[in-house]
C-alpha cells in the first residue's frame, strides 16, 4: 500500500512527463523521445494506482489479470495494425476512453461509498455534477469514435448523413442533457441517471452523422479532445490527480490541435464541434465526375521527365499509405539525387486521414527531416519546381479549392500543384478522393496521369532511372 502523499508525488511527476511527451510529439526530430517520456509516464501512473488498490486482497487480484489482460489485447492489436488504419484505430481507442468514463461514473453513482462520494441518494452534490458531465462526455465520445471508426473503416458511408430538422433536434438533446444533469442534481434519481446516458449516447451519434469524410481528421482530433474531458471530468469524481492532469493535457490539447485543422482546412470549428452545423446538402456537396481528356503515361515517360529536371517536389497522401510505397519513394528520391536533383517533400496538414499521418510514414523510411515541409514553407517553391510527383494524394491538391465557391472543400489551403511545370500524378483511377468531387488537376494541360499501384509504379521509375 502506498501512502496519499507519495502517490500525489508520483502522479505529478507523471504529469510532468506527459507535458514532456507533447512538448517531443511537437516535432519530427524529437517525436521518440517524447513517445519516450509519455511511456514512461503511464508506466508510473499504472503502477501507483495499481499499488494503490490495497493489500493483496481478490481486488488486488482482479485489478492485476485486467491489466494484463488489457495490455496484452492493446500490444497485439498495435503490433498487427498497419499505418493505414491508425485513424481508424485512434478513433476506436477514443471510444475506449469514452465508455471507461461511463463505466467508472456508473460505479460511482451505485456504491457512492467506496469512493467515499457519501451514500446512494445523498451523494455529494460536487461530485454528482463532476460525474454526471464526465459520464455524458464520455457517452458523446463513446458513440461519436464508433461512427467515425465506421467511416473511416468503409463500414459506413464517408458522405454527410443529412435529415430535416437535424440542427433542431440536436440543440433540443444538448439542452435537455444540461436539464437533465440539473434535475438528476436536485432528485438523485437512478432513472434520470440512466436516462441522461442514453442520451448522451444518442447525441455523439447525430452529431457526427452529417460530418463530411474530408473532415474527418478534425473529428479525430475532437473526439481526442472529448475523451480527455471525459477522463477529467471522471478525475474530479475520483480526486485522482493524474486522471485530473492527463485528462486536461488531451482536452485542450486536442481542442487547439482541431482549432488549427479547422483553421488550416479553412472549416468554422464551431460547425464541426456542433455535428456540421450549417452544412449544405449533400447533393450539392458532391459533384460527378466529368467526362474530359485526361494525358497519360508509364514509368518511362515519368523516368524522363524526371531525369531531365533540376527540382523536383514530392507529394504524398493516402494512396502512398495505402500501396505502403514510402520505401520505394525513398529509393527512387536517392536515384534522384545521385544525379544532382533537387528533392523535397510537400506535406499538407490533413493530407491521409489524420494529422501527421505522412510525416510518420517518411520518417519510417528514414527520410530526413530537413527535407520535409509543411504547405505554408513550400508552397510558393512550386511555380519554380520542374516535376511536381503527386503519390495518391487528392483533395489536397485540388484547385477547386480556390475557384468554386460550390464545392465542399472551397476556402481549404491546397498545395498549389498545379504552377509547376509538369505534374506526374500516381493513381489507380479517375475516382474523387475522400470529400467525394471530382479533381481538376487531372485535365491540367501540364498533368500526366500514371494510373498504377503507387509502389509498383514508384518501383519502375527508379529502374528506368
Keep these: 500500500m502506498i501512502s496519499a502523499n507519495l502517490s500525489a508525488i508520483f502522479y505529478l511527476s507523471s504529469g510532468v512527463l506527459f507535458i514532456l511527451a507533447l ?23 499504472i503502477t501507483v494506482t495499481f499499488l494503490s ?23 497485439f492489436i498495435a503490433y498487427r495494425i498497419p499505418m493505414t488504419a491508425m485513424p481508424e484505430l485512434v478513433a476506436g481507442f477514443h471510444s475506449l476512453v469514452g465508455l471507461a468514463a461511463v463505466f467508472v461514473a456508473i460505479s460511482a453513482f451505485i456504491n ?49 448523413i443529412i435529415f430535416k430538422g437535424q440542427h433542431p433536434l440536436n440543440a433540443i438533446i444538448l439542452i435537455s442533457i444540461i436539464i437533465l444533469i440539473y434535475l438528476l442534481c436536485s432528485t438523485q434519481s437512478s432513472n434520470l441517471f ?32 472529448y475523451s480527455g474531458w471525459a477522463a477529467a471530468g471522471i478525475g474530479f469524481t475520483l480526486e485522482n490527480t493524474a486522471l485530473i492532469i492527463t485528462g486536461a493535457l488531451v482536452g485542450s490539447s486536442g481542442a487547439i ?37 485526361v494525358k497519360s503515361g508509364n514509368a518511362d515517360d515519368a523516368a524522363f521527365l524526371m531525369k531531365n529536371a533540376s527540382s523536383v517536389i514530392i507529394v504524398p497522401g493516402y494512396g502512398m499509405a495505402v500501396a ?37 510514414l517518411l520518417a519510417e ?35 477547386v479549392a480556390k475557384t468554386d465557391p460550390q464545392s465542399p472543400i472551397y476556402g481549404m489551403p491546397v498545395l498549389d500543384v498545379e504552377k509547376c511545370k509538369s505534374v506526374l500524378f500516381v493513381k489507380r483511377s479517375l475516382s474523387p478522393g475522400y470529400a467525394g468531387i471530382d ?21 519502375d521509375i527508379t529502374k528506368n532511372l
Design 23 to 45: 512538448r517531443g510529439l511537437s516535432s519530427p526530430e524529437t517525436s521518440r523521445q517524447g513517445n519516450f517520456f509519455g511511456i514512461l509516464g503511464m508506466i508510473i501512473a
Design 53 to 75: 488498490v490495497g493489500n493483496f486482497s481478490s481486488g488486488f487480484i482482479y485489478v492485476l489479470l485486467f491489466i494484463l489482460v488489457g495490455g496484452s489485447i492493446g500490444a
Design 112 to 160: 457512492p461509498e467506496a469512493f467515499n462520494l457519501g451514500i446512494q441518494g445523498n451523494i455529494k452534490l460536487g461530485s454528482l455534477i463532476e460525474m454526471s458531465i464526465g459520464a455524458a462526455v464520455g457517452a458523446i465520445t463513446f458513440s461519436g469514435s464508433v461512427i467515425a471508426f465506421l467511416k473511416l473503416q468503409g463500414i459506413m458511408s464517408g458522405s454527410p
Design 194 to 225: 440512466w436516462i441522461l446516458i442514453a442520451v448522451s449516447f444518442l447525441i455523439g451519434f447525430l452529431l457526427i452523422i452529417p460530418i463530411g469524410g474530408a473532415d474527418m481528421p478534425v473529428v479525430i482530433s475532437m473526439l481526442n479532445s
Design 257 to 293: 490541435l482541431s482549432y488549427i485543422m479547422c483553421k488550416g482546412m479553412n472549416r468554422s470549428f464551431f460547425n464541426v464541434i456542433l455535428g456540421g452545423f450549417g452544412a449544405v446538402d449533400d447533393k450539392s456537396s458532391i459533384s460527378s465526375k466529368e467526362q474530359r481528356p
Design 324 to 360: 505502403q510505397a514510402q520505401h520505394a519513394l525513398r529509393e527512387m528520391v536517392d536515384t534522384l539525387k545521385k544525379n544532382d536533383i533537387k528533392v523535397s517533400y510537400a506535406i499538407h496538414p490533413v493530407a491521409g486521414r489524420m494529422p501527421g499521418h505522412m510525416n510518420v
Design 365 to 399: 523510411a528514414n527520410v530526413p527531416y530537413d527535407e520535409v515541409f509543411e504547405l505554408e514553407e513550400i508552397n510558393n517553391d512550386f511555380a519554380n519546381a520542374d516535376v511536381a510527383f503527386v503519390i495518391g494524394a487528392n483533395d489536397v491538391t485540388n484547385p
Design 439 to 459: 479533381n481538376d488537376l487531372f485535365y491540367k494541360e501540364n498533368t500526366l496521369m500514371l494510373f498504377a499501384d503507387a509502389k509498383k509504379m514508384t518501383e
